[in-house]
Nanobody
Framework: QVQLVESGGGLVQPGGSLRLSCTASGFTLDYAMGWFRQAPGKEREFVAVINWRGLLTYYEDSVEGRFTISRDNAKNTVYLQINSLKLEDTAVYYC?????????????????WGKGTQVTVSS
């Protein structure tokens, strides 16, 4: 049974940084790992994805250059470094996983989800 547990969220001022972590367990196949976010009253949206080897990444346009996704397969952990935070980055951030070798970006492409970690950007 695949389980994903996020951590690292919190309250940060505009312009600040956070590093989110997602630790996975129960994998038996190679998985792409992604981050999504959901703000109050909005649909869950794609943020970033990394393929199983960590060699391919893909970002949503509004975060490219500010967010960096990475993974350490020895630790079964994927990270999301978030820099230059903006008010509109406030959301619950979810880790997701799906078997395969590509870099999918749709919610429906992912089979497994964590419970999320809250990121609040406020002055």
């Amino acid at each position: 049974q695949v389980q994903l547990v996020e951590s690292g969220g919190g309250l940060v001022q505009p312009g600040g940084s956070l590093r989110l972590s997602c630790t996975a367990s129960g994998f038996t196949l190679d998985y792409a790992m992604g981050w999504f976010r959901q703000a109050p009253g909005k649909e869950r949206e794609f943020v970033a994805v990394i393929n199983w080897r960590g060699l391919l990444t893909y970002y949503e346009d509004s975060v490219e250059g500010r967010f960096t996704i990475s993974r350490d397969n020895a630790k079964n952990t994927v990270y999301l470094q978030i820099n230059s935070l903006k008010l509109e980055d406030t959301a619950v951030y979810y880790c997701a996983a799906t078997p395969g070798y590509g870099v999918p970006s749709r919610v429906e492409d992912f089979d497994h989800w964590g419970k999320g970690t809250q990121v609040t950007v406020s002055s």
